[in-house]
């Protein structure tokens, strides 16, 4: 009689052990039938590709502040003057009319403009350019908290966070996206500082699920040491992969490129939000640096869980002919030019949607 209560136990362990399995077999087969169900179509459409204003990585400074006006000297009082004498020419505070003078001659003596994209590379030493005149300025992004809703392949999932930290001088940025079930987080992470091409990543970080993280690490080239007078060249590498890689000026990784346009157009709006321009930037990635091209397609309404939001849209074009990766980009300008929404569909049609909910500082 004492087995029988045992015997039932184990028969209602083994019960729930099979409902178990059967509930998690029930929910791998839904997750892969709405990956397969909502597969996107890549490449896009002909018409979204806009030939337009091709613009290089090229050194970005901010406006300068404005010099300080020097007091006037009161003039001294005319002597009287006697009959041979004419009278001094009368001088009036009335201004000059520039309304016919060509707006790149105040761009001052010490800078010139790049032919092809009429952007100001050198500014000269003495300063005394027209700080106004630039099209290239970078506006640093204040830090900031970003909470997103984000979409597996459509479906609401937990929700994201992006952290953006930065002193003035160096950054930090953390993109957290949960993954459905039990499969982890993706995390992407870059640190660096602010230079001459506007964010500088000195490290990235990718960690997909429970692997291991994937890192690259940027190298700059150091400064010529008086013993050798050679300078060193910038290189970087990867953990994924043992190559050594050249590092070109203004190379970005997978993230950071994303602030980097927010400062390009926190810094130039009007030109950054003109339909079909097109920044060529080199991108590092955990095994490769390649040549990428980001091309604005025009604005679009975003729809929030909490409203709509008025935004533009950025996305990356194909690389080559098998790249199947389309990452796109939703900056708006009422909120200081962050990223309200963001999208990538990998190869096999899998889908991640982070769309803007709420943020803290910026």
Known sequence: ??????????????????????????????????????????????????????????????????????????????????????????????????????????????????????????????????????????????????????????????????????????????????LPLFFGTLAFRSAGTVGAYGLTPMRYEEVRGRRQPDVTTFHYAANATPASSVQSAATVTFTHTTAVLPLPEGTQDRFSVFLQLTGLARGGPQRIASRGLTLELPIADTDSVELTRVQHIGEDTIDTPNGTIRAQHFIRLPRRADDKRRVEIWLSADHGWLPVRLRQTEPNGMQFDLVYQSQEGG
């Open 1 to 178: 009689m004492s087995a029988d209560p045992t015997q039932a136990r184990w028969r209602r362990v083994r019960r729930f052990g099979l409902v178990l399995l059967a509930v998690l077999a029930l929910h791998g087969i839904a997750v892969l039938w709405i990956a397969r169900s909502r597969q996107v179509t890549w490449p896009p459409e002909p018409e979204q590709i806009i030939p337009a204003l091709l613009l290089h990585p090229e050194p970005v400074k901010p406006p300068a502040p404005p010099a300080l006006a020097k007091p006037r000297t009161p003039a001294p009082r005319p002597q009287a003057q006697t009959a041979t004498t004419p009278p001094p020419p009368s001088v009036t505070d009335e201004p000059l009319d520039m309304s016919d003078a060509n707006s790149s001659d105040f761009i001052g003596a010490g800078a010139a403009a790049s032919g092809n994209t009429g952007m100001v590379t050198d500014l000269g030493s003495d300063g005394s350019a027209t700080q106004p005149a630039l099209g290239d300025a970078f506006s640093l992004p204040p830090s900031a908290t970003l909470r997103y809703a984000t979409y597996v392949n459509g479906v609401r999932n937990e929700d994201g966070v992006i952290r953006w930290t930065t002193d003035g001088k160096t950054y930090t940025l953390s993109v957290e996206i949960p």
